[in-house]
């Protein structure tokens, strides 16, 4: 099948409407304007999906002359049309003198038409006289998740280094709250925390159980950890800081999630570049409002989860942060929850959990989280 798919300001139609047919060839209509997105939107498929060059072709159109959009559109009609291949134009996006054009001709000369409602995440499939709604029913990664809201995917933790640290974490959660592990974490909550003026001269040297943590006497930024009688080749201070301040819930909400078997994507400390033109489009101020990383996200039936992990108390910055990520890269449908190793007991916090649909799983009854976290996926709204 040959899909054409018009340019606008949004990837997401075209995005959607690609992995909905998974056509052999498409074509990417664009303007004068909208050359660069197009360019873009081609080099997306080549280097995510695998497509070859001479699979996506780029055609340039006016963008409002009728006359001259007609005989165009009539054109390329009969050349994509007439072999006898499936054809299917995707009209949903740019200016609509284009899109209008391009739909009369193709609809004439017999080709399947669709139209991606992404409000109301659906598609509309037309052939002939016969329209086929169709629900939003994609396994997307995290990555696709954000590309679709106009984002990238800046970084993620490695996959592997956190499944070898997992017995450490878990460790760390069931032994939290003993004397030596509580002022290692709450040592390394106050070094990452501090502002760089104020950075604390932390040191950490202990022996508890199975866990062994030393500063390197002559450079107090690297230390040596071992677990279970196994060296950690991770030596940067900062590194462990993380890690010791909260990372090690974040890596267990991550594989909680996993073990499950039913997200489609599962990634932990999820960096998210919003470099994309419909981030320029909702203003330069967006960076100072909305804190582009989220602890853990996951993704089922195309959607996203978000998951907010504290280690220590819950404020309402964290709640406030954690409902701007939704608001701003997740559909409609999308969940969103707060996993805290203290339980919230302010009713201001509360409230504001209930009024944004953020789900809270609290401590530090360690089985009972486990048991919550596993259980979120019975969340996610089934789109039928």
């Given at each position: ?11 997401a139609?075209n ?7 998974r056509?052999?060839?498409l074509v ?12 873009d ?12 060059g001479?699979a996506v ?8 002359d009728?006359?001259?959009?007609q005989?165009k ?25 284009l899109?209008v ?11 399947e038409?669709?139209?991606?409602d ?8 037309t ?5 086929t ?6 396994q997307?990664r ?5 590309i679709?809201?106009?984002?990238g995917?800046?970084a993620?933790?490695d ?10 974490c ?22 990452r925390?501090?502002?760089?003026y104020?950075?604390p ?12 943590v ?6 107090p ?15 940067k201070r ?17 594989s909680?999630?996993?073990e499950?078997?039913?997200y489609d ?5 999820v ?5 994309s033109g419909t ?21 089922k ?8 992990c ?21 559909p409609?449908?999308r969940q969103?929850?707060?996993?805290s ?12 959990l209930r ?6 799983i609290?401590?530090p ?12 996926w019975e969340?996610?709204v089934v789109?039928?």
């Open positions: 099948m040959t899909l054409l798919s018009i340019i606008g300001g949004q990837p139609p995005l959607l409407a690609f992995l909905q047919l056509p052999s060839q990417l209509i664009h303007t004068e304007d909208s050359v660069k997105q197009a360019e939107f081609r080099g997306l498929l080549l280097t995510e999906y695998g497509l070859s001479g072709r780029l055609r340039e159109f006016p963008a409002t009728p006359a001259q959009i005989e559109a009539a054109a390329l009609a009969a050349e994509l049309c007439s072999g006898g291949e499936a054809c299917c134009l995707n009209y949903t996006g740019g200016p609509k003198p899109a054009q391009l739909y009369l001709a193709f609809r004439d000369d017999g080709a038409l669709l139209y991606v992404t409000q109301e995440e659906r598609m509309w499939r052939a002939g006289a016969v329209h709604e169709i629900p939003f029913l994609f997307l995290v990555k696709e998740v954000l679709l809201k106009g984002a995917l800046r993620v933790s996959q592997r280094v956190m499944a070898q640290r997992l017995p450490l878990r460790w760390l959660a069931e032994n939290r709250e003993t004397d030596g592990v509580k002022s290692l974490l709450s040592g390394a909550s106050a070094f925390n501090a502002p760089v104020k950075t001269d932390w040191r950490p040297n202990l022996e508890a159980g199975p866990l062994s030393f500063t390197d006497a002559v450079n930024t690297q230390l040596e950890v071992s677990f279970a009688g196994q060296l950690f080749p991770q030596k900062t590194y462990w800081a993380e890690v010791f301040a909260g990372g090690w819930l974040e890596d267990l909400v991550c909680w999630l996993t499950t078997g039913e994507d599962v990634q932990a400390n960096k998210i570049r919003p470099d981030e320029k489009q909702r203003g330069s101020k967006m960076e100072d409002t909305v804190k582009n990383e989220i602890d853990v996200m996951a993704v039936n195309a959607v996203p989860l978000f998951a907010e504290k280690a220590g108390r819950v404020d309402q910055k964290a709640i406030t942060n954690l409902f701007s990520i939704m608001e701003t890269y997740g409609r449908y969103g929850a707060l996993i190793w203290y339980p919230v007991t302010n009713t201001v916090l509360l409230e504001k009024d944004y649909g953020i789900t809270l609290q401590g009854n360690l089985n009972q989280m486990e048991r919550e976290v596993k259980g979120l969340r996610i789109r039928v």
